[in-house]
């Protein structure tokens, strides 16, 4: 079974500042995936990728496959990042489930 | 947009009463996912559903079935709640509709609080 490990657990920064939250996982994987969850429970996926890096506003994520590393950052945070951000690998013996990191609770303070 | 609704997002039962959680989507998606999220737990995946009338366990399954008579909707029912079971459930679905194929992305819903009192 595939573990996933999220550092750090929790994060507060001020607002402006670069944000990087790391993700590591013990076998190989065909796509990791980034979410977001915001107070209030609903989630929303942020990345899917299988290699090299990919950017979608101020988010970047990037991935290491023979490291088993994901990073994702943040660049200009802003009081509205906050939230809880999770990744999410296959399981080795089903692609469509996931096994799920603990998150990374961040707070952005103005 | 892909939208997956759930049929509460507040819930209050007492224990030993049967409960039932429905989901639904719009987009035609193959793969629908029950899980609960509890702290310090994370999302675990209780049930997941590839296509209609087919299901598999996924971590913990006790005390709870499924049951998908159409592609949309997929519900869990939990048949003798019990206080251990109040958590928060998310629904989630994904295109792809075989088992093999590669991961795909999830799309949530709101999310469920139930409380077993």
């Known amino acids: 079974k595939n573990e996933v490990e999220q550092s750090p657990q929790n994060l507060t920064a001020q607002e402006g500042e670069f944000i990087t939250i790391n993700c590591s996982y013990s076998?190989?994987?065909?796509?990791l995936h980034w979410l977001q969850q915001h107070p209030g429970g609903g989630i929303v996926s942020l990345f899917m990728?299988?290699?090299g890096k990919k950017k979608h506003g101020r988010l970047i994520a990037t991935i290491n496959i023979q490291e088993k590393h994901s990073s994702l950052h943040i660049t200009a945070s802003h009081p509205r990042d906050s939230a809880v951000y999770i990744c999410?690998?296959?399981?080795?013996?089903?692609?469509?489930?996931?096994?799920f990191g603990q998150g990374t609770r961040l707070t952005i303070n103005p | 947009d892909v939208k997956v609704t759930q049929s509460s997002r507040y819930l209050v039962k007492r224990t030993g009463e049967k409960v039932f959680l429905e989901c639904v989507q719009d987009?035609?998606?193959?793969?629908m996912f029950w899980y609960r999220q509890d702290p310090g737990l994370g999302l675990r995946l209780i049930y997941f559903?590839?296509?209609?009338?087919?299901?598999e366990k996924g971590d913990i399954p006790e005390g709870y079935s499924v049951s998908r008579e159409k592609k949309e909707r997929f519900s869990l029912i939990l048949e003798s709640a019990s206080t251990n079971q109040t958590s928060m459930y998310l629904c989630?679905?994904?295109?792809?509709?075989?088992?093999?194929?590669?991961?795909?992305?999830?799309?949530f819903g709101p999310g469920t609080r139930l409380t077993v009192l």
């Open positions: 989630a679905s994904s295109l792809n509709g075989w088992r093999g194929a590669p991961s795909d992305e999830q799309f």
């Open positions: 076998v190989g994987i065909s796509a």
């Open positions: 990728l299988s290699s």
């Open positions: 999410a690998v296959p399981l080795i013996q089903g692609a469509q489930k996931l096994v």
């Open positions: 987009m035609d998606h193959e793969n």
């Open positions: 559903s590839y296509d209609v009338k087919m299901k």
